[in-house]
Each structure stands twice: as structure tokens, then as C-alpha cells.
């Protein structure tokens, strides 16, 4: 996570140091510090301000593998969406790139989940809890939804950006509580007011709130049942982490029939 948070993706960020040492040296882990033994190449390194540091790549893939077993997957989706999003125009070459480090690395535990997670990880998400949010729709069964999908104007003139939301089915979750919407109570209001004036479903939620978040999954699922959706077959969930990744690939599908519309 250190590696991570030096290269701009900190969302999974941690008080204590980092490292990564070879087999055979006797590093041991103190306040402040935690030693990881592990193999790398000198290609694996790269140097940021003096500091040797892992491949942004090699980083994501560990992490995609290690924090589901700490019960951090949420953290694992939102710093892949970090670097995913980071890498711009070049952010499908990256995730191939971590794909890559995932078949090679020597042990392939929580691989299986690693791969669901990196299906399911979106450049354009910009803040830690669109990518928590995604992450509790798919655990609870709902189809992926689009990230900051933009209503246009037919000469593409953007006219406004929703949160989450699955355009076919004209459902949105708008989410309070994170920095982008600090002080646009009045001005988020008016906007889902007039979603709601052309048939759009707007869903608000508070962030960290789990009260806001239960409520948001039982109106959600109202939504989906008015629009007449009909539920494929459940995912299965991944023993360590409770996240719907075995099935990872068939949950992507199923959610992206709905992208693009208008």
C-alpha cells in the first residue's frame, strides 16, 4: 500500500511503511514498519524522489490478491479504479499489464478474485466511494452500473453526470457525504428533481452511512422490480471476501447490456 500511495493511488493508504525485502534477508516488522518478504526483478523497480519503488502494475496485482483476504476489497476495487483512471487514454493497456503480473505471479492465491475485481474496475471512476458503492451493488446482485454516466445533448454537449446509473432502466444513485458534492446541496436537489421530471428513478445515498446504504439497496431493488427487471441467476460469492468474483464474468455481462443508452 505504501508503493501504491507513492505513485499517486492512495486511497488504501496506511499510517505504517511498507517494504518489500528478498527471501533469505532478516528484515523484521516494527512499529511504524511492516517488512514483506517477496521476489522482484530490478525491472520491477522504479525510482520515485530516491525511493526504490514497485511497478505500479506489480503493485495493483498484489494488492488485488492480499486485501480481499483482509476483508478490503472494496479498498482493492477503489485503488485499482485510482490507477485505472490515472493511466488516461492508456488505462486498457495498464489493466492487460496487471492481468499480466497476475499470471505470473508464483503464488496464485486469491488470483480467482483478483481477476473478478479487475473485470469489474472502471477508469472513470473519481472517488473512492463510487468504486465502494459499485462494489456493494454487485455484492448484493444488482447488474454493474455505469460510472459518471454523462446525459447529452444531441450534439454532445454534456447537460449532467450521474454517479452510478443503468440508462436503459433510466435508474441513478446520486451519493452525498464526499468532497465533489460539499456545499451543491440545493443544486444536487434541483438536478434530481428534474431527472425525476423525465422519468429517471434518482436514488440518493450517504456515504459511510449504513442505514443510508441498507435503505438505498431496498429502494434500488423497488426501482429495478417497477421497471420490470427480470433477475438472472445469483453469483457465486467468493469464500474470503463475500464478493460476487467467481461468477465475475458472467456479472459483468449482465450489466453491460444497459451501457450507452440514451
Given at each position: 500500500?505504501t508503493?501504491a500511495?507513492?505513485?499517486?493511488c ?13 527471501y533469505?534477508?532478516?528484515v ?10 517477496g521476489r522482484?526483478i530490478p ?7 530516491g525511493?526504490?519503488v ?5 503493485v ?6 492480499i486485501?480481499?483476504w483482509?476483508?478490503r476489497a472494496?479498498d482493492?476495487l477503489?485503488?485499482?479504479d485510482?490507477s ?12 492487460k ?8 505471479r508464483p ?12 473485470d469489474?474496475g472502471s477508469?472513470?471512476?473519481?472517488s473512492p466511494?463510487e468504486s465502494?458503492l459499485?462494489?456493494?451493488l ?5 447488474p454493474?452500473?455505469e460510472?459518471n ?14 454517479d ?5 432502466l ?5 451519493y452525498?457525504?464526499?468532497e465533489a458534492h ?7 436537489a434541483?438536478?434530481?428533481?428534474e431527472?425525476r421530471?423525465h ?7 450517504a456515504?459511510?452511512?449504513r442505514?443510508?446504504v441498507?435503505?438505498m ?8 422490480a417497477?421497471?420490470g ?12 471476501s463475500?464478493?460476487a468474483v467467481l461468477?465475475?464474468?458472467a456479472?459483468?455481462r ?7 443508452a440514451?
Amino acid at each position: 500500500v505504501t508503493a501504491a500511495q507513492l505513485h499517486g493511488c492512495d486511497c488504501a493508504a496506511s499510517s505504517a511503511v511498507h517494504v518489500v525485502v528478498p527471501y533469505g534477508r532478516d528484515v523484521t516488522s516494527r512499529d511504524g514498519l511492516v517488512a514483506h518478504n517477496g521476489r522482484f526483478i530490478p525491472e520491477d523497480v522504479h525510482d520515485i524522489d530516491g525511493l526504490q519503488v514497485l511497478a505500479l502494475d506489480r503493485v495493483i496485482a498484489d494488492l488485488l490478491c492480499i486485501l480481499p483476504w483482509q476483508d478490503r476489497a472494496r479498498d482493492a476495487l477503489a485503488v485499482l479504479d485510482q490507477s485505472l483512471h490515472q493511466a488516461g487514454a492508456a488505462h486498457e493497456t495498464f489493466r492487460k499489464a496487471v492481468a499480466a503480473r497476475l499470471e505470473e505471479r508464483p503464488d496464485n492465491r486469491g488470483t480467482v478474485r483478483a481477476r473478478g475485481l479487475l473485470d469489474l474496475g472502471s477508469e472513470r471512476a473519481e472517488s473512492p466511494p463510487e468504486s465502494w458503492l459499485r462494489l456493494v451493488l454487485i455484492e448484493h446482485g444488482f447488474p454493474l452500473p455505469e460510472v459518471n454516466w454523462a446525459i447529452t445533448t444531441p450534439d454532445g454537449r454534456e447537460l449532467v453526470r450521474l454517479d452510478l446509473a443503468w440508462p436503459r432502466l433510466r435508474i441513478c444513485v446520486e451519493y452525498d457525504g464526499w468532497e465533489a458534492h460539499a456545499g451543491r446541496e440545493a443544486e444536487d436537489a434541483a438536478r434530481a428533481a428534474e431527472l425525476r421530471r423525465h422519468g429517471w428513478i434518482v436514488i440518493r445515498v450517504a456515504v459511510g452511512d449504513r442505514r443510508s446504504v441498507a435503505e438505498m439497496l431496498s429502494a434500488l431493488r423497488a426501482a429495478f422490480a417497477k421497471r420490470g427487471y427480470t433477475w438472472g441467476p445469483p453469483a457465486s460469492p467468493s469464500p474470503a471476501s463475500g464478493i460476487a468474483v467467481l461468477a465475475g464474468k458472467a456479472v459483468w455481462r449482465l450489466g453491460r447490456w444497459g451501457s450507452g443508452a440514451t
